[in-house]
């Protein structure tokens, strides 16, 4: 089952920049585009790359280790080398704070 997660105040997220989060034992790389979180998994589809090492560009997180391309708003793998798309996770932002459904 699914459950909405605390993962970090909203002040701490950075804007047009990325950090890594864990919640329920995972690692997601949180994003700060225009106002607005976005969350997908860490770990690049591709390879053992954390994406919070990355390089951010509007809506593109870029992977530090082959420099492959996801859109952070629905996960979608943009170019070589990646073959599958990443996970998404919903955000909701409570009273200064940011959840994730886990
Ligand atoms: Fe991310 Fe290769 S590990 S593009």
Do not use: M
Request: aromatic share 6%; glycine share 10%; with cysteine.
């Amino acid at each position: 089952t699914k459950q909405w997660i605390k993962v970090i105040d909203l002040a701490a997220v950075p804007g047009d920049d990325v950090v890594a989060v864990e919640a329920a034992g995972q690692e997601l790389a949180l994003y700060g585009v225009d106002g607005a979180v976005y969350a997908t998994d860490n770990i690049c589809t591709h390879g053992h790359a954390r994406l919070c090492d990355g390089f951010l560009e509007g809506h593109e997180i870029e992977c530090p280790l082959h420099q492959g391309r996801f859109d952070v708003r629905t996960g979608k793998a943009l170019c070589e080398p990646l073959a599958a798309d990443i996970r998404t996770y919903p955000i909701r932002i409570v009273d200064g704070s940011v959840f994730v459904e886990i």
